[in-house]
């Protein structure tokens, strides 16, 4: 669960509180994920019990986190009428408010997240309503995006995450090979995203624009601005890219998926309407850059994966003021998975300051640098160079930790002790690296080296 829609569910978890919703009732959460650990913790701070988290998956049943048991959904069935009420912050809240409806359950049912907005998985009327008004804003960004790209095969990466469009790229020109795709543009959230996409494009072409309604812009690589231009691009690249926020790309995505547009793919291994992976990790357990690479690619298995383009890597001007080989880079945040105790990463620090190291946290916008360390703000291109000045990188497992994936150096990843979405599989299970000292931190771990 990113910090957005994370702050959305605790706004929305305050609202039940001062709206006294869960009073002299027995609470029930439904589908273990991470997401509905973070609402169970929620509850459980303010010391208010959970009685069970339902979930669909078998083998989860039997099982417990922080002592809530997971527990079929038809168990809710045994509450006497009005005396029980279930929370939802998965993220299919519209087929699991059916599935509980159809079983007879006629208690509240409360979503506390609204996740992207064109992945709803609901035929109603309600949710019909709202797609269509987002199709007529959509189809006007699609036409506007088509008009700028004429003739341009579209891939679409519906999330602020730079892991998701690294390994997006990683596999697109073969996947743009097997369709026999000629130009395309590529559709990523925010400059950090843009930054991580150019990683693999030839120099010779364009840098990523933003996405407007006004004038034709274009991304300052080296500032990290964007700068409004009163020119256009007249020589249209092989490969392009265009930045969008989130409700526009939900709104083009949702006009491409309702149009039934063929010169559009959404790259996401949780594609709504398209085809369903998820549940094959109900099965067996299929690491996340194989899902890309065979599930949302259709590539075999064994597929080498493209690197970022060396040309495309930058050296830091901050070299000068980290000791080569004896410092390190911490990388504690995360967007989409359960963050790490403070006081963990301050252990952590004080160990490899006992060691003689430098330590620098990379941070990003207003988050703070770890006690003892100092901060760095290095862009995309520029991170490899750091850490390989540096000697060594420690970090949880987020974006960051794909794009330097290949960097010469000593890496260390941190997993949090949770299971994938609803899944019984781990962070690491899904998430490991090749050639990095991977690492799952439980709850009552105290030194890791």
Not at 17 to 25: H, I, M, N, P
Not at 382 to 392: D, H, K, M, R
Request: one cysteine or more; proline letters at 5%; aromatic letters at 10%.
């Amino acid at each position: 669960m990113d910090q957005t829609h994370y702050k959305e569910m605790v706004s929305n978890f305050h609202k039940l509180l001062v709206a006294d919703l869960t009073q002299d009732k027995a609470i029930y959460l439904f589908g273990h994920c991470n997401a509905t650990e973070k609402l169970a913790d929620l509850f459980l701070e303010l010391g208010i019990s959970v009685k069970a988290i339902l979930d669909n998956n078998m083998a989860k049943h039997n099982s417990t986190y922080r002592s809530i048991p997971v527990v079929p959904p038809q168990t809710i069935l045994h509450e006497l009428p009005g005396h029980s009420a279930v929370y939802i912050a998965a993220r299919a809240y519209e087929a699991m408010n059916k599935q509980l409806r159809d079983l007879g359950y006629q208690d509240e049912i409360k979503k506390l997240v609204d996740y992207n907005s064109y992945a709803e998985y609901s035929l109603s009327e309600n949710t019909i309503k709202r797609m269509q008004v987002r199709v007529r804003r959509g189809m006007l960004i699609k036409q506007r995006l088509e008009q700028k790209y004429p003739g341009y095969f579209k891939i679409l990466c519906p999330f602020s995450a730079l892991g998701d469009v690294f390994l997006t790229m990683s596999y697109l020109p073969y996947f743009l090979e097997k369709k026999n795709i000629g130009n395309c543009i590529v559709g990523v959230i925010g400059i950090a995203c843009a930054q991580t996409a150019e990683l693999f494009r030839p120099v010779s072409e364009n840098l990523a624009v933003p996405h407007s309604t006004d004038s034709p812009s274009s991304y300052n690589q080296a500032s990290g601005h964007c700068v409004i231009k009163k020119t256009t691009i007249h020589h249209q690249p092989r490969l392009s890219i265009e930045i969008f926020s989130q409700q526009d790309m939900d709104e083009l995505i949702q006009a491409c998926l309702y149009t039934q547009d063929t010169a559009s793919f959404i790259s996401h291994q949780d594609r709504p309407y398209v085809i369903n992976l998820h549940k094959a990790l109900y099965v067996k357990c299929i690491p996340l850059e194989q899902i890309y690479c065979c599930g949302v690619f259709g590539l075999p298995a064994d597929t080498e994966p493209v690197k970022p383009r060396k040309e495309r890597l930058q050296i830091s001007p901050d070299l000068r003021h980290i000791k080569k080989g004896k410092s390190i880079i911490f990388s504690p945040y995360a967007k989409s998975i359960t963050t790490l105790p403070k006081s963990f990463w301050e252990r952590v620090v004080l160990q490899y300051r006992n060691k003689g190291y430098e330590c620098f946290t990379n941070i990003a916008g207003d988050e703070p640098p770890l006690k003892g360390t100092i901060g760095i703000s290095p862009k995309i291109a520029e991170l490899q160079s750091i850490v390989e000045y540096a000697g060594t990188f420690v970090g949880i497992r987020s974006g960051l930790c794909d794009v330097i994936k290949y960097a010469q150096c000593k890496k260390t990843v941190f997993y949090p002790d949770y299971n994938y979405s609803d899944t019984r599989w781990k962070a690491i299970d899904m998430y490991a690296l090749k050639g990095w000292k991977n690492i799952v931190i439980g709850e009552f771990v105290k030194d890791v080296f």
